[in-house]
């Protein structure tokens, strides 16, 4: 990781801050946190670091966010740029890219589906 490069455990604490929905599965939490990384350590080191910062609660195999309110605005939060891209939830070759900005650095390219289920909105 070069020095510029963002921080993906605070890129996947950030995200799970901003869920939308009152409790995600575990599963589902994770299928969120695979667009910061695919490694299995920081995956765990992503949920463990939001629990133990008190952004996430997790029980009984759910996950629920504890900031509410703080979601992703579409508006003033997510970036769209033109170009040739690959999207980073599915995989899809994309001429728009959406950049989700978090304090902690951006997430993205997604598609425009993607962007929708990445946050929640789908």
Do not use: W
Not at 57 to 74: A, I, K, M, N
Request: charged share 25%; aromatic share 4%; glycine share 12%.
């Amino acid at each position: 990781m070069s020095d510029d490069a963002p921080d993906p455990v605070e890129l996947g604490v950030e995200l799970l801050a901003h869920l939308e929905q009152e409790s995600l599965s575990v599963a589902e939490a994770m299928d969120r946190i695979e667009t910061v990384t695919t490694n299995p350590g920081v995956q765990r080191e992503i949920l463990d670091t939001a629990a133990m910062r008190g952004v996430i609660d997790r029980e009984d195999g759910l996950v629920r966010p504890t900031s509410g309110g703080t979601y992703v605005s579409f508006d003033a939060d997510v970036v769209v740029r033109e170009g040739d891209f690959s999207c980073e939830r599915c995989g899809a070759a994309i001429s728009t890219g959406h950049f989700v900005q978090f304090d902690g650095g951006e997430l993205g390219p997604f598609g425009s589906t993607c962007i929708r289920k990445v946050l929640g909105r789908e």
